[in-house]
């Protein structure tokens, strides 16, 4: 599973040949390549993955994802919905009354 964050674009620039831009996760603004999305512009959301803007996603969808990424901390006050992964920090979220075997 993946998580892509929406952010708004804040500029665009090049580096060489590669469209890059600064994009604005409530406040903290990272570079992200925009190769992906050549027609964003300052002001879009964007949907970004490991340092690559993925999609352009209107305000709603991006309140509507914000909104779901900020419950995310009552998740992990109840213990049958997270699994610590034994391997790293990863934190999983599962379902309720779903194992997690170790696959390693």
């Known amino acids: 599973m993946c998580l892509g964050v929406p952010g ?6 090049r580096d ?16 992200v390549c925009l190769e992906l999305v050549p027609e964003a512009e300052p002001g879009d959301y964007v949907l970004v993955h ?3 803007a993925l999609s ?3 305000e709603e969808e991006a309140r509507r994802v914000f909104e779901l990424l900020a419950e995310l901390p009552v ?9 610590e992964d034994a391997v790293g920090d990863a ?3 599962v379902a309720p009354g ?3 075997k170790d696959t390693a």
């Not at 708004?8 to 620039?13: E, M």
């Not at 998740?75 to 699994?83: D, F």
């Open 8 to 13: 708004k674009l804040v500029d665009v620039n």
């Open 16 to 31: 060489g040949e590669v469209s890059l831009g600064r994009v604005s996760f409530d406040g903290v603004v990272r570079q």
């Open 50 to 52: 490991v340092g690559f």
């Open 56 to 58: 352009r996603i209107d």
């Open 75 to 83: 998740l992990a006050e109840r213990p049958e919905a997270v699994a």
């Open 91 to 93: 934190t999983v979220l």
């Open 98 to 100: 779903t194992t997690v």
